[in-house]
Nanobody, 120 residues
Framework: QVQLVQSGGGLVQPGGSLRLSCAAS????????MRWFRQAPGKERELVAY????????NYGDSVKGRFTISRDNAKNTAYLQMNTLKPEDTAMYYC?????????????WGQGTQVTVSS
C-alpha cells in the first residue's frame, strides 16, 4: 500500500521555524522526485520546493527562496522541508508529492496534508 505520511506542522510565531516530514512507504522512494506544495484558503496551489530523486538538484518558489530548504534521506524513505524565518503569508496547508515518469505518463503520490499557521 502506497503511503506518504506527513508530520511536523503547527502554529508558529512570525520569524520562527518548522520542519515538515514526509515518510514514504509502498513504493521505491529513491526513484521518485519529491515536491512540496502549499495551498492557502481562496488561493491556487503553489509549488514550494522540488528535489530530484538523488538529491542532486533542488529548486524553490520565489516566495520561499533563502528561507526554506528541501532535503531527503533515501535510506529513511523520508523527505523534509525546513522552513525558517516564517511569515504570516506562509500560512497554508502543505502537501508533499512524489512523482516519477512511467512511460509517457507520470505517477503521482500525495501526502495527506499538514497545516502550517504563522501568527502572533
Amino acid at each position: 500500500q502506497v503511503q506518504l505520511v506527513q508530520s511536523g506542522g503547527g502554529l508558529v510565531q512570525p520569524g520562527g521555524s518548522l520542519r515538515l516530514s514526509c515518510a514514504a512507504s509502498g513504493f521505491t522512494f529513491s526513484s521518485y522526485a519529491m515536491r512540496w506544495f502549499r495551498q492557502a484558503p481562496g488561493k491556487e496551489r503553489e509549488l514550494v520546493a522540488y528535489i530530484s530523486s538523488t538529491a542532486g538538484s533542488t529548486n524553490y518558489g520565489d516566495s520561499v527562496k533563502g528561507r526554506f530548504t528541501i532535503s531527503r534521506d533515501n535510506a529513511k524513505n523520508t523527505a523534509y522541508l525546513q522552513m525558517n524565518t516564517l511569515k504570516p503569508e506562509d500560512t497554508a496547508m502543505y502537501y508533499c508529492n512524489a512523482r516519477a515518469p512511467l512511460g509517457w505518463q507520470v505517477v503521482d503520490y500525495w501526502g495527506q496534508g499538514t497545516q502550517v499557521t504563522v501568527s502572533s
